[in-house]
Nanobody
Framework: VQLQASGGGLVQAGGSLGLSCAAS????????MGWFRQAPGKEREFVAA????????YYADSVKGRFTISRDNAKNTVYLQMNSLKSEDTAVYYC???????????????WGQGTQVTVSS
């Protein structure tokens, strides 16, 4: 299984950034896809997740209303659109896959390599 995250970078506070995660080696349409993030010195935390079909989405309170998770099962890709970014959103962002939804990092079987998002204030 490979999850390849991309799209990170440096953005000013209030700006937007989009992340992508391309999956291979798994039945993508039978996996919940999640995004997590980890800032230096902090635990990995849940950001968002999306159900197999995309019909259900889940968000951490800290990003609700600003971030949008979506998926394209034909392309085996999950996306995270991040708007109104804040300095506290600075972290390494990871995509993850599992057959069942969870908001804890240890519930996910497969992980991407992470992509850095830096928001300057």
């Amino acid at each position: 299984v490979q999850l390849q995250a991309s799209g990170g970078g440096l953005v000013q506070a209030g700006g937007s950034l989009g992340l992508s995660c391309a999956a291979s080696g798994l039945t993508f349409s039978r996996n919940v896809m999640g995004w997590f993030r980890q800032a230096p010195g902090k635990e990995r935390e849940f950001v968002a997740a999306i159900s197999w079909s995309g019909g259900r989405t889940y968000y951490a309170d800290s990003v609700k209303g600003r971030f949008t998770i979506s998926r394209d099962n034909a392309k085996n890709t999950v996306y995270l659109q991040m708007n109104s970014l804040k300095s506290e959103d600075t972290a390494v962002y990871y995509c993850a896959a599992d057959q069942e939804y969870g908001s804890s990092w240890y519930q996910y079987d497969y992980w991407g390599q992470g992509t850095q998002v830096t928001v300057s204030s």
